[in-house]
Each structure stands twice: as C-alpha cells, then as structure tokens.
C-alpha cells in the first residue's frame, strides 16, 4: 500500500533551485518530509529551503569538488538520508568541457550524480529503506552508450546524442545500484514530460519556443514534471525495482538498460572518473 505522507523522512533534492526539482521539494516538505535543497543558483537554493522549511547547500554539478563538499556537508549535517532525489540537469547546444575535463552535459546529469550517490551510499544505507530518485527522459530508449567514451572524444558532438546518452546512464546507474544495493536500498529513473524549465537554459530558441503559447500547451509545468517524484516516493518499494516511470505510469526498462554487463562496465568507469568511494 502507498504511503500518504512522508512523515520523519529526510530527503536531498538536487537541481531544487527551480523548476522541477524546486516544485518536488515543496511538495515533499508539504506531506511532511525535512527537505534538503541543493542548487547551482545560491540565491533561488536559500530562498527554496526558506520557503518549504529545508536547508540549503547550494553546489555545482559541473565541478566535482563542490560534489564532494556538498557529500561532506550532508554526511556531517544530516542525520539521516531516505531519499536521494538525483536531479540537476542540463542539455548544452555545443560542446563544453568542464574544469574536471568532461563534456558538460555528461557530468551534470550523470558523473556528479553517480559521484554524489557513491558518497552517501553509506549514509543511505543507514537508512531502513532508502530510495534514489534519478530524474531522465523516455528519450534514453535513443540513446548509445559507450562507457569507454562517455565524454563523446571519439564522435562528433551532437546535443541530443549527449543528453540521451547521458539519460540512458541515468537508467543504467538506477538499474545497477539495485542489484549491488542490499534490499534496504532501491533505485528508479523517471521521465518528468517535457517541462518548463531551467534545463534549456543555454538554448534561448528552445526556452522561447516552450514560452510561446503553443509551447505552454505542448509542456508541462515544473509541479506536473515533479508528480512522478512524490508517486515514486509513496509508492511501496518493491514495485519500484526494474520498472522506469514513464510520467506516472511503470513500464518494464527497455534494453540496453537491462545490460547487466553494460552496468557493470559503466559503474566500474564511472568510478575511475569521478574518483568515487563505492
């Protein structure tokens, strides 16, 4: 049976300075929840966790220095962890390199959250049932992984190629953690719908286009991008394992995301990039 509040859990939203993950961590903190919002932006992060009663620890995904900063500060401040909703994102039109020396969009959306997930793997443990939220987009069913070449060195940039591939290691993370993850510990990805949002922030045709009124009729609003969140959340974890939330809806994971194998072998580079712990 699904819960109805979130009564005495912890949960750590990134990407929660607006947009989605802002509106889940309202959400959240309405059924009860302690809210820790993360963000880039330090000003909207602090004026969140104000407003749903949190605390904020604004950090950087593009840089895995203020990753770890922020897993040291959660790991020290915090209690206890019983969500970890992984969602900062971004989609670049071109090509950037951050100072870490990976493509943008490939450590925003999955390197700083695997990063972030390694380092509190022992802290989520110590919860009774934890739960990591990975926030990625049906479009990983088109997307091409290679873990040897996550940064795309090897082809020519594309947009799209970036972000779906960096959607389908979201999946793939999601899918690995459970079957390394003891049974306290469950992972999902999830497709928001095509939302209204700060994650085409560097593409001003596309923000344009979802402003217009025929973008606002095609798009969702940061609180509809965020129902899957709190559905994930209440919803009782062993039918979460294997399944990728379609909006609201379960659906079996497509391959490659149920490569044991490509999860492996993604993990395992993963770790030797970000340096991870686990």
Do not use: C
Not at 14 to 41: H, L
Not at 55 to 68: G, Q
């Amino acid at each position: 049976m699904a819960a109805e509040t979130l009564d005495g859990l912890t949960a750590v939203v990134t990407g929660a300075s607006s947009g989605v993950g802002a509106a889940a961590a309202r959400r959240m903190a309405a059924m009860g929840a302690s809210v820790v919002v993360v963000g880039r932006a330090v000003t909207r992060t602090r004026a969140v966790a104000d407003e749903v009663g949190g605390t904020a620890l604004p950090a950087d995904f593009a840089r895995f220095s203020e990753v770890r900063e922020l897993a040291q500060h959660l790991i020290s401040r915090v209690p206890r962890i019983d969500i970890l909703v992984n969602n900062a994102g971004i989609v670049s039109p071109k090509r950037k390199t951050t100072s870490d020396g990976h493509e943008l969009t490939v450590q925003v959306n999955f390197l700083s959250p695997f990063l972030l997930t390694s380092l509190l793997w022992e802290k989520l443990l110590q919860a009774p049932s934890a739960l990591v939220i990975n926030t990625s987009s049906s479009l990983y069913r088109f997307g091409k992984l290679n873990p040897d070449d996550l940064d795309q060195n090897r082809s020519r940039y594309g947009q799209m190629r970036s972000y779906n591939a960096s959607k389908l290691a979201s999946v793939v993370h999601a899918a690995e953690i459970n079957r390394r993850a003891p049974d306290t510990m469950t992972a999902v990805a999830f497709h928001p719908g095509t939302v209204r949002s700060g994650l085409d922030r560097d593409s001003a045709l596309v923000t344009a286009a979802k402003a217009s009124l025929i973008g606002r009729r095609l798009t969702r609003s940061p609180e509809e991008g965020a129902e899957p969140i709190v559905r994930i959340a209440t919803t009782d974890r062993g039918k979460l394992r294997d399944v990728f939330y379609n909006r609201l809806e379960p659906e079996p994971l497509r391959t490659p995301a149920t490569d044991a194998d490509l999860g492996a072998r993604l993990w395992q580079r993963a770790h030797e990039l970000t340096h991870a712990s686990t």
